[in-house]
């Protein structure tokens, strides 16, 4: 790292299945939109020899967004797996979206990956969702390395970027993020700035020039030795001061010059272990170049500073039936544990599961037992099946290469799993395990969708279920009081991808409809009625007659019957008819056709008649007298209030309780939390937050996330219910 001179790309070929978990690296790369993921991801494959061009395998696609989608679009909406190989090593690189709306795809880059490589562009900054990512790795232990992109753009500045990137992610320990290299520059264009066209190594104090295409080592000239030498001192501080050596900061202090082997070896130990984060530039090939600048020290400082899989502690797993587990860490002679962290399908292929296998071998034609539990919530069926595995393959971008297994620590995909879903458990037939799913944002936004026509109704369900089993950050609802089909997104673009998805993958046209919350409707006071259902038309006739009374109850009641009647009035063996057609019509509704909720209906009276009365005629009548009761009182309407919690930075906490308050929200209270942000505890009524996921976004610059629970049905205020009964009536 550092101390190498490569000349030519590293071992060029197709990458295969590897041979043991320490040949293996497995990276995500993350930052966000538009700061240059796919860019770099094709541009190490490049150097790598694993692509003939920028972007294209030997099809002429694309290696990462391969997807169509992804070209109309514009931008990554899913997880790609991009195999390199490197010095002997097999690099799993996981590119991933950046764009909020898919952070399902990169929590799954993240539960794959030993590592992760953060991009950030020059011209854009930190924004505060990569910020969220950093503290999320940071949780957990993962090993991370910063690379800057977009050099060339007109203001790009490499060491502002690198201060601004220590003050981010820096924490408590700036001098944790430093830079290894330090740009070249050219002479400069004609608007003044001069681009970068190569590298100096503060380890090897060797400079590497990328301006003829190919990575050319040579010695940095006197004049570029000043600001070398102090950026080197501040690079081998950092690194002793991470050291687990804890004389030799003494040493050095004390003026005693260490070797730049040990100093490269603490390197190693200081990432892999996750306290030191390197900052390195990188550049795709400009045209006829075979490397990218910075490809090779990124590819040097994922094989020989990052974690193998053997580093990574091992999951914590449990039988079906809940005991634990004890695994040994990522052993390919282990029994069989590997997680599906990506289902997707393809027109010929069909469904392809992408699994990281964690302990044991998998292989083509064996049988694995597939557990999918804890995500009922969303639309998902707990699941213990059997499953033979077909064909096993290592993608590359549109490509499916062959592979006999895949050994723990290992990527690979598995075509044909007819049940098994994102986040499912794959492992030994007479040993099943399962291992927890990892931690989704619950989706907040609701698209409620309609079948275009009688073919694409014949065919939503199935679209919408095996939808909803590639992405579990989507939420399939069968509303039963507003008879709405809903697809809870989150956000607009993840919507849209969803539609687009269901027109293109499985051939279903939708329409989207405004979506209805749940409302309810109450006495506001009380009220009396009476049900008469009588009827003569030869031969066996109805008769039913009772009379009720109604009152409101407090909020979470529910209905309540009470029987009341003397003397036989409504004979005993009719008294739960009417109870029964009293609370069929509640269900119904009384007023706008929302069910009925939180009265007393009290049976007073009735008359029968000994031949003609019936189960049936007194149902009736008791739907009578409850519609006769509520012609003659004030009905209110009662709408759903959710309970929403918002953590916010500090900087937006005005604006985003000042919007909730113009949702007729009631904010509750604030609480200060770690990191600069508050949390807001709020009730607002679930018909003002149908579009907050996007609207917080907007409003907090996508630094906010919320979420919410239903709390309670309250009175409407009497404008917005006038409101809705006219949208009803006009419906109608």
Not at 217 to 237: N, V, Y
Not at 561 to 579: N, W
Request: aromatic fraction near 4%; glycine fraction near 10%; charge should be negative.
């Amino acid at each position: 790292m550092g101390d190498k001179a490569h000349t030519h790309p590293g071992a060029a070929g197709r990458a295969t299945a590897a041979d043991h978990p320490t040949s293996v690296r497995n990276v995500v790369l993350v930052g966000h939109s538009g700061s240059g993921k796919t860019t770099l991801v094709e541009a190490l494959a490049l150097t790598a020899g694993a692509v003939n061009r920028a972007g294209r395998v030997e099809d002429g696609g694309c290696v990462s967004d391969y997807d169509d989608m992804e070209h109309r679009q514009q931008r990554s909406v899913q997880l790609s797996l991009v195999p390199v190989e490197w010095d002997g090593i097999k690099i799993n690189l996981l590119d991933t979206p950046g764009y909020a709306d898919f952070v399902g795809e990169l929590r799954a880059g993240l539960r794959a990956a030993d590592a992760a490589l953060f991009v950030v562009s020059a011209s854009d900054g930190v924004d505060g969702t990569t910020r969220m990512l950093w503290e999320e790795c940071a949780a957990v232990g993962m090993p991370r390395a910063i690379v800057i992109t977009h050099l060339e753009a007109a203001r790009a500045d490499f060491e502002e970027m690198t201060r601004i990137c220590a003050e981010a992610f820096g924490g408590d320990d700036p001098d944790a993020v430093l830079p290894l290299y330090l740009p070249l520059h050219g002479p400069p264009a004609p608007d003044g700035h001069a681009p970068v066209t190569g590298l100096v190594g503060l380890l090897s104090r060797k400079l590497f020039d990328y301006a003829s295409g190919e990575r050319v080592a040579s010695e940095p000239g006197e004049a570029d030795l000043p600001q070398l030498d102090e950026a080197r001192s501040m690079l081998i501080e950092g690194i002793i001061s991470e050291s687990e050596d804890e004389t030799l900061m003494e040493r050095y202090l004390g003026g005693e010059q260490v070797d730049v082997k040990t100093l490269i070896e603490d390197l190693e130990r200081a990432v892999a272990r996750g306290v030191f984060f390197p900052v390195l530039a990188a550049a795709p090939a400009t045209d006829g170049a075979r490397q990218g600048l910075g490809t090779v020290e990124l590819l040097d400082l994922i094989t020989r500073g990052f974690p193998t899989p053997l580093e990574r502690a091992a999951p914590r797993v449990t039988t079906p039936e809940g005991a634990g587990r004890e695994l040994r860490m990522c052993d390919p002679e282990e029994s069989l544990v590997a997680e599906v962290v990506k289902t997707s399908s393809d027109p010929y292929v069909g469904r392809i599961s992408m699994v990281r296998v964690f302990s044991g071998t998998l292989r083509a034609d064996q049988t694995v037992h597939v557990s999918g539990h804890g995500m009922t919530d969303r639309g998902h069926e707990d699941h213990d099946v059997d499953e033979r595995i077909g064909a096993l393959s290592t993608p590359f971008g549109k490509q499916q290469r062959p592979v006999s297994h895949v050994i723990a620590g290992d990527l690979g995909c598995v075509a044909k799993l007819i049940r098994a879903e994102t986040g499912d458990t794959l492992s030994a037939k007479d040993d099943p395990l399962l291992m927890a799913p990892w931690e989704m944002p619950d989706p907040l936004l609701p698209l409620a969708i309609e079948a275009h026509s009688k073919p694409d109704e014949d065919k939503l369900s199935q679209g919408l279920a095996r939808l909803v089993a590639e992405d579990p950050t989507m939420r399939l609802e069968h509303n039963q009081d507003t008879h709405q089909v809903v697809l809870w997104c989150l956000g607009e673009a993840h919507a849209d991808v969803a539609l687009e998805r269901l027109r293109s993958r499985y051939g279903v046209q939708v329409d989207v409809v405004p979506h209805r919350v749940s409302l309810r409707e109450t006495f506001g006071d009380r009220a009396a009625g009476r049900g008469r259902h009588v009827k003569q038309s030869g031969g066996h006739g109805q008769y039913a007659i009772c009379e009720i009374e109604v009152e409101p109850l407090p909020g979470g009641s529910g209905i309540e019957f009470v029987d009341k009647v003397v003397g036989g009035a409504v004979p005993r063996q009719f008294i739960p008819s009417v109870e029964k057609g009293l609370r069929t019509q509640a269900a119904k509704g009384v007023a706008a056709g929302h069910p009925l909720i939180d009265v007393r209906i009290t049976l007073l009276d009735g008359k029968a008649h000994s031949v003609d009365s019936s189960d049936a005629a007194f149902q009736t009548a008791g739907a009578l007298a409850l519609r006769e009761a509520a012609s003659e009182a004030r009905i209110h309407l009662l709408e759903p209030v959710a309970e929403v919690s918002v953590l916010v930075g500090d900087d937006y906490v005005g604006a985003v309780m000042s919007d909730l308050s113009g949702r007729r929200g009631k904010v509750l209270g604030t609480e200060q939390t770690s990191g600069g942000r508050t949390l807001i505890r709020a009730e607002v009524p679930e018909i003002e937050i149908g579009r907050y996921a996007v609207d917080l976004r907007s409003l907090s610059h996508g630094t906010a996330r919320f979420d919410r629970r239903y709390a309670r049905h309250e009175p409407m205020p009497a404008q917005v219910a006038d409101r809705m009964r006219e949208e009803v009536r006009a419906a109608s």
